[in-house]
């Protein structure tokens, strides 16, 4: 049997293997119902040949789409294929970038087919004096076996070197053209000689020869033996020009001109981030968890298989290591090993998710995977057992807590620094965050909670809190939940965020943009989180319970007027009553149509409709006063903690697919801001007797990234000369100097200016603008026109993002698109809108998130100055009247040169700031000079 030399050339056929896959596996598909069985099938296959091979060099080769010179010597060559299948035509994309995260090489040559590619690069290796290794399943490629060139299957792993050939087919690798032309090829379309099947071929090349031996020797055949010989001769003359050209269609050529040498062909590190992506994507669950391994994608040695094994199922890791400490000597011991550990992993329990009450009732710890232990400080049930005293506990803890040089990794800290803040420690030392680093790694994987975590990275299923604490109304807190069940859940969470640690961090390391992005960015803002989170706004309730008595009776008035509209009373909160009266009884067109099919009433349609049919108009404004209402003028007021008389928001860092910020109970990233609705809510943020509000919020931060990214010369010049962008863009776009643009051609180029960043089209222009599309499509191709560098920035961020399947900011962070090469159009234009703005709206985040770091820093120092809300691309302080111009003048530097030293910037950062007694007043008084106004109550 032919044997493989070690660290051969491995050439893939992958186009074989693609449809072989495809009709060889069941019709896989992930939870989206995307089809995955031929991306599956072929990878697996590429997963075998490293594993068995391990080879420093390798090709994968797939056809290239459109004709070759093959199809001008025969125009039926393969016309009898039907068009590739739509199930499989979606996964040729995301097979090649997982192929290119794989580190292998992927070739396509326009104008060749993979045979073509692949003989040119065997012939070329050969020559070179190295062995290769052909993957394939087609038998046109044992033309090329040689001595030193064999073929392997990898769906059978059955090995094809020249005996092997002679063996299979009956003739030698030599004559395999002849042996093709002359019996043709049905998969292909390439004709042969009609009558002549496979043993006939064989009886004549063993008789005679190739094609030359025998139309030189025709009157040899009828001595021949096989059925038929006698006038055969007639028959192969008649045919010899069919039997040539099938030779011609046959043949491999190994003269292709590439622009890879074989021995170029080396494999770089894998893209650990990509092939995460991809993997959780397509929900491919066994080699997610290999990614781990540092092996990947090698790894060990194994035999080939026609399809990987199953998917591990979830399990339960072993709870035998896991202690519980009750007794002072344990606890003197676990106190020892932490100080003596480089990192160790812990957790806080409590008996509620709100940071100003929630009470502390255990810690857990872990030092080495699989050991961990749970402290109890507060369990109330009636058998507890005796428990170490609790002041006792925290002051001997307070040390090690608090010692910024003893490693700690924990699983959403912040929360877990906010409670211990309540029980007198100030944590430190924080140094990894296992839910930060997941987000980092990729924003779009999946929730980056920690039983997620676990079962996407470790294939472990967590105890559940419902699983010990049981659901709804009859839930126990923590704290009443007997120990036996307490301690292991809580021991778990220390072991299983040490263990994410472990496989997470190497991964962000690998990056080191991503590891720097945690190590400056996201983990000191924890800290500036928690702070912010603990302080709290102010709330006026008076204003607000006017302002939601005020609604009340607008809402009213709304409900009456969309009864007379519609002729007769319905419920306004009700879809399926708003569809009977606006597409049955009414008859308005039918824009949108839900996943189930019904007419669609949402916000985009209803403000669509709006255009043209007053009773969507009514209805669009009672929907957003109702909003209004229930979020915030009749909620704020409940939420007022009774402890610290304050709101406490939750900010959380890892929710948003761009990096900004999102806020929860309350949400203050969506109070309007435009609307006199809005500002009348931000009137109830007060500040307290003795001190102002500082509004400080960055000046067209997006616009101003976007002229960084594209270097648009016009538009660089504009903000370093400090111009009104607007007025700017209207001069340009009306051909009007900026002294004569009007408010309304400034209005005009601002919807253009804002809605070109989130890739807006003629069609949203012109409804944005109340005009037609052509005239909407007129002003976009002016604007592309006078800034020629955001056309080209926006066209080269598109293919940038369908080649490697994410784009990045100025910082470095990774904002993947996952339908960016979507078969569905729509999904796909979506994702490159998406494309074009996330990294203006990532660097946007990058930038506060930096400038909040730096400022919290300086607050240290500052006792009458408090950071109270994060608000997307504003920042809003407390400040004592005594000091309030020097804060002003302070943040402002501070937020300006944020950038200087990180992310440096074409164009300068501009920051407006106001003062006042409440957060619209300091809107109000926004000023971009440093010669701000201070209002006074």
Same mark, same amino acid.
């Given at each position: 049997?032919?044997?493989?030399?070690?660290?051969?050339?491995?050439?893939?056929?992958?186009?074989?293997?693609?449809?072989?896959?495809?009709?060889?596996?069941?019709?896989?598909?992930?939870?989206?119902?995307?089809?995955?069985?031929?991306?599956?099938?072929?990878?697996?296959?590429?997963?075998?040949?490293?594993?068995?091979?391990?080879?420093?060099?390798?090709?994968?080769?797939?056809? #290239?789409?459109?004709?070759?010179?093959?199809?001008?010597?025969?125009?039926?060559?393969?016309?009898?294929?039907?068009?590739?299948?739509?199930?499989? +035509?979606?996964?040729?994309?995301?097979?090649?970038?997982?192929?290119? +995260?794989?580190?292998?090489?992927?070739?396509?040559?326009?104008?060749?087919? +993979?045979?073509?590619?692949?003989?040119?690069?065997?012939?070329?290796?050969?020559?070179?004096?190295?062995?290769?290794?052909?993957?394939?399943?087609?038998?046109?490629?044992?033309?090329?076996?040689?001595?030193?060139?064999?073929?392997?299957?990898?769906?059978?792993?059955?090995?094809?070197?020249?005996?092997?050939?002679?063996?299979?087919?009956?003739?030698?690798?030599?004559?395999?053209?002849?042996?093709?032309?002359?019996?043709?090829?049905?998969?292909?379309?390439?004709?042969?000689?009609?009558?002549?099947?496979?043993?006939?071929?064989?009886?004549?090349?063993?008789?005679?020869?190739?094609?030359?031996?025998?139309?030189?020797?025709?009157?040899?055949?009828?001595?021949?033996?096989?059925?038929?010989?006698? !006038?055969?001769?007639?028959?192969?003359?008649?045919?010899?020009?069919?039997?040539?050209?099938?030779?011609?269609?046959?043949?491999?050529?190994?003269?292709?001109?590439?622009?890879?040498?074989?021995?170029?062909?080396?494999?770089?590190?894998?893209?650990?981030?990509?092939?995460?992506?991809?993997?959780?994507?397509?929900?491919?669950?066994?080699?997610?968890?290999?990614?781990?391994?540092?092996?990947?994608?090698?790894?060990?040695?194994?035999?080939?298989?026609?399809?990987?094994?199953?998917?591990?199922?979830?399990?339960?890791?072993?709870?035998?290591?896991?202690?519980?400490?009750?007794?002072?000597?344990?606890?003197?011991?676990?106190?020892?090993?932490?100080?003596?550990?480089?990192?160790?992993?812990?957790?806080?329990? !409590?008996?509620?998710?709100?940071?100003?009450?929630?009470?502390? $009732?255990?810690?857990?710890?872990?030092?080495?995977?699989?050991?961990?232990?749970?402290?109890?400080? #507060?369990?109330?049930?009636?058998?507890?057992?005796?428990?170490?005293?609790?002041?006792?506990?925290?002051?001997?803890?307070?040390?090690?807590?608090?010692?910024?040089?003893?490693?700690?990794?924990?699983?959403?800290?912040?929360?877990?620094?906010?409670?211990?803040?309540?029980?007198?420690?100030?944590?430190?030392?924080?140094?990894?965050?296992?839910?930060?680093?997941?987000?980092?790694?990729?924003?779009?994987?999946?929730?980056?909670?920690?039983?997620?975590?676990?079962?996407?990275?470790?294939?472990?299923?967590?105890?559940?809190?419902?699983?010990?604490?049981?659901?709804?109304?009859?839930?126990?807190?923590?704290?009443?939940?007997?120990?036996?069940?307490?301690?292991?859940?809580?021991?778990?969470?220390?072991?299983?965020?040490?263990?994410?640690?472990?496989?997470?961090?190497?991964?962000?390391?690998?990056?080191?943009?991503?590891?720097?992005?945690?190590?400056?960015?996201?983990?000191?803002?924890?800290?500036?989180?928690?702070?912010?989170?603990?302080?709290?706004?102010?709330?006026?309730?008076?204003?607000? #319970?006017?302002?939601?008595?005020?609604?009340?009776?607008?809402?009213?008035?709304?409900?009456?007027?969309?009864?007379?509209?519609?002729?007769?009373?319905?419920?306004?909160?009700?879809?399926?009553?708003?569809?009977? $009266?606006?597409?049955?009884?009414?008859?308005?067109?039918?824009?949108?149509?839900?996943?189930?099919? #019904?007419?669609?009433?949402?916000?985009? /349609?209803?403000?669509?409709?709006?255009?043209?049919?007053?009773?969507?108009?009514?209805?669009?404004?009672?929907?957003?006063?109702?909003?209004?209402?229930?979020?915030?003028?009749?909620?704020?007021?409940?939420?007022?903690?009774?402890?610290?008389?304050?709101?406490?928001?939750?900010?959380?860092?890892?929710?948003?697919? !761009?990096?900004?910020?999102?806020?929860?109970?309350?949400?203050?990233?969506?109070?309007?801001?435009?609307?006199?609705?809005?500002?009348?809510?931000?009137?109830?943020?007060?500040?307290?007797?003795?001190?102002?509000?500082?509004?400080?919020?960055?000046?067209?931060?997006?616009?101003?990234?976007?002229?960084?990214?594209?270097?648009?010369?016009?538009?660089?010049?504009?903000?370093?000369?400090?111009?009104?962008?607007?007025?700017? !863009?209207?001069?340009?776009?009306?051909?009007?100097?900026?002294?004569?643009?009007?408010?309304?051609?400034?209005?005009?180029?601002?919807?253009?200016?804002?809605?070109?960043?989130?890739?807006?089209?003629?069609?949203?222009?012109?409804?944005?603008?109340?005009?037609?599309?052509?005239? +909407?499509?007129?002003?976009?191709?002016?604007?592309?026109?006078?800034?020629?560098?955001?056309?080209?920035?926006?066209?080269?961020?598109?293919?940038?993002?369908?080649?490697?399947?994410?784009?990045?900011?100025?910082?470095?962070?990774?904002?993947?698109?996952?339908?960016?090469?979507?078969?569905?159009?729509?999904?796909?234009?979506?994702?490159?809108?998406?494309?074009?703005?996330?990294?203006?709206?990532?660097?946007?985040?990058?930038?506060?998130?930096?400038?909040?770091?730096?400022?919290?820093?300086?607050?240290?120092?500052?006792?009458?100055?408090?950071?109270?809300?994060?608000?997307?691309?504003?920042?809003?302080?407390?400040?004592?009247?005594?000091?309030?111009?020097?804060?002003?003048?302070?943040?402002?530097?501070?937020?300006?040169?944020?950038?200087?030293?990180?992310?440096?910037?074409?164009?300068?950062?501009?920051?407006?700031?106001?003062?006042?007694?409440?957060?619209?007043?300091?809107?109000?008084?926004?000023?971009?000079?440093?010669? /701000?106004?201070?209002?006074?109550?």
């Amino acid at each position: 049997m032919t044997q493989i030399t070690a660290n051969p050339l491995i050439l893939v056929d992958a186009s074989s293997y693609l449809y072989r896959a495809y009709h060889a596996l069941p019709p896989l598909t992930n939870s989206h119902k995307e089809p995955t069985g031929a991306m599956y099938g072929v990878l697996n296959m590429l997963r075998s040949l490293l594993s068995q091979y391990h080879p420093s060099h390798i090709a994968v080769v797939f056809d #290239a789409k459109g004709k070759t010179f093959r199809d001008e010597l025969y125009v039926q060559y393969k016309s009898h294929r039907p068009p590739m299948p739509d199930d499989l +035509a979606s996964q040729i994309e995301p097979l090649y970038r997982m192929v290119r +995260a794989m580190g292998l090489p992927l070739l396509v040559v326009a104008g060749f087919e +993979a045979d073509d590619v692949i003989g040119t690069l065997a012939q070329q290796a050969e020559k070179a004096g190295r062995s290769v290794v052909i993957s394939t399943g087609d038998k046109d490629m044992a033309q090329l076996v040689t001595t030193n060139i064999t073929l392997i299957n990898t769906m059978n792993n059955t090995v094809l070197g020249s005996q092997e050939v002679r063996d299979k087919y009956g003739v030698p690798p030599e004559l395999m053209i002849d042996f093709l032309a002359l019996m043709g090829d049905s998969s292909d379309n390439i004709p042969g000689v009609p009558g002549v099947g496979e043993k006939t071929a064989q009886a004549l090349i063993q008789g005679l020869g190739g094609l030359d031996c025998l139309f030189s020797n025709l009157e040899k055949i009828a001595t021949l033996t096989f059925r038929g010989a006698k !006038t055969f001769a007639a028959k192969l003359q008649q045919h010899k020009e069919l039997a040539y050209l099938s030779y011609q269609l046959a043949t491999i050529k190994t003269d292709v001109k590439l622009d890879i040498a074989h021995d170029k062909l080396n494999i770089p590190p894998p893209d650990i981030d990509q092939l995460h992506q991809l993997f959780s994507r397509y929900e491919f669950k066994r080699w997610l968890a290999e990614l781990n391994s540092p092996d990947w994608p090698m790894g060990k040695k194994r035999p080939a298989t026609s399809i990987d094994e199953p998917t591990a199922p979830s399990a339960r890791f072993s709870q035998d290591n896991y202690q519980i400490i009750l007794d002072e000597d344990s606890l003197s011991h676990w106190i020892e090993q932490l100080n003596q550990a480089d990192l160790f992993a812990f957790d806080t329990e !409590t008996d509620g998710l709100d940071i100003i009450n929630a009470n502390l $009732i255990g810690l857990s710890f872990a030092i080495t995977p699989g050991e961990a232990a749970y402290l109890p400080l #507060a369990h109330d049930y009636s058998d507890a057992p005796i428990q170490l005293d609790r002041t006792l506990v925290l002051d001997k803890l307070k040390p090690l807590l608090e010692n910024p040089q003893k490693q700690k990794v924990g699983q959403n800290l912040k929360f877990d620094k906010s409670i211990l803040a309540r029980c007198g420690i100030v944590l430190q030392g924080i140094a990894f965050d296992t839910m930060l680093e997941s987000y980092i790694l990729n924003t779009v994987a999946g929730r980056h909670d920690m039983d997620s975590l676990s079962q996407r990275y470790l294939q472990h299923k967590t105890i559940t809190f419902e699983e010990i604490a049981g659901k709804g109304k009859s839930q126990l807190t923590f704290n009443q939940i007997a120990l036996e069940q307490a301690a292991p859940y809580a021991a778990e969470d220390a072991d299983i965020t040490l263990r994410l640690h472990h496989c997470l961090w190497p991964q962000l390391q690998q990056s080191k943009a991503l590891s720097w992005i945690f190590t400056h960015i996201e983990m000191p803002l924890l800290s500036v989180l928690s702070r912010i989170e603990s302080t709290g706004v102010l709330i006026d309730r008076a204003v607000l #319970a006017q302002h939601s008595q005020e609604l009340t009776t607008r809402l009213t008035e709304l409900e009456e007027q969309a009864h007379l509209l519609a002729e007769e009373p319905f419920n306004l909160a009700s879809p399926k009553q708003l569809q009977t $009266i606006l597409y049955e009884k009414q008859q308005l067109p039918v824009l949108k149509k839900t996943p189930k099919g #019904a007419p669609s009433t949402d916000e985009e /349609v209803l403000a669509e409709l709006a255009l043209d049919y007053p009773l969507a108009k009514v209805l669009l404004e009672y929907r957003g006063l109702a909003k209004l209402k229930t979020t915030y003028t009749d909620k704020l007021p409940s939420m007022i903690n009774p402890t610290s008389g304050r709101v406490h928001t939750s900010y959380h860092q890892a929710v948003t697919v !761009t990096g900004r910020l999102s806020s929860r109970e309350p949400n203050l990233q969506n109070i309007p801001i435009r609307s006199e609705e809005g500002r009348r809510i931000r009137q109830a943020f007060i500040a307290p007797p003795g001190y102002q509000i500082i509004a400080a919020d960055y000046s067209q931060i997006e616009l101003r990234i976007m002229a960084h990214l594209s270097q648009d010369s016009g538009l660089i010049k504009a903000f370093t000369a400090d111009k009104d962008i607007h007025r700017a !863009t209207a001069a340009e776009v009306f051909n009007v100097s900026v002294e004569t643009a009007t408010d309304e051609q400034r209005r005009s180029a601002k919807a253009i200016n804002f809605g070109l960043i989130y890739g807006m089209s003629a069609f949203g222009l012109a409804r944005q603008l109340g005009i037609a599309r052509v005239e +909407a499509q007129h002003y976009i191709d002016l604007y592309f026109a006078r800034y020629p560098g955001v056309a080209n920035y926006m066209e080269a961020i598109r293919k940038q993002a369908a080649t490697q399947g994410y784009v990045t900011t100025l910082s470095g962070r990774r904002l993947y698109l996952p339908d960016i090469n979507a078969s569905s159009a729509m999904r796909r234009k979506a994702a490159e809108r998406e494309a074009i703005n996330a990294p203006m709206q990532g660097t946007a985040a990058d930038i506060i998130k930096s400038a909040m770091i730096e400022i919290d820093a300086w607050l240290q120092h500052q006792p009458l100055v408090r950071m109270i809300m994060q608000v997307h691309d504003e920042l809003v302080f407390e400040v004592h009247e005594s000091v309030v111009q020097g804060a002003v003048e302070k943040i402002r530097h501070l937020m300006e040169q944020t950038t200087e030293k990180s992310m440096p910037l074409t164009v300068p950062l501009c920051v407006n700031i106001g003062v006042g007694a409440n957060w619209d007043q300091a809107h109000c008084s926004y000023q971009i000079n440093p010669s /701000v106004s201070v209002l006074t109550k």
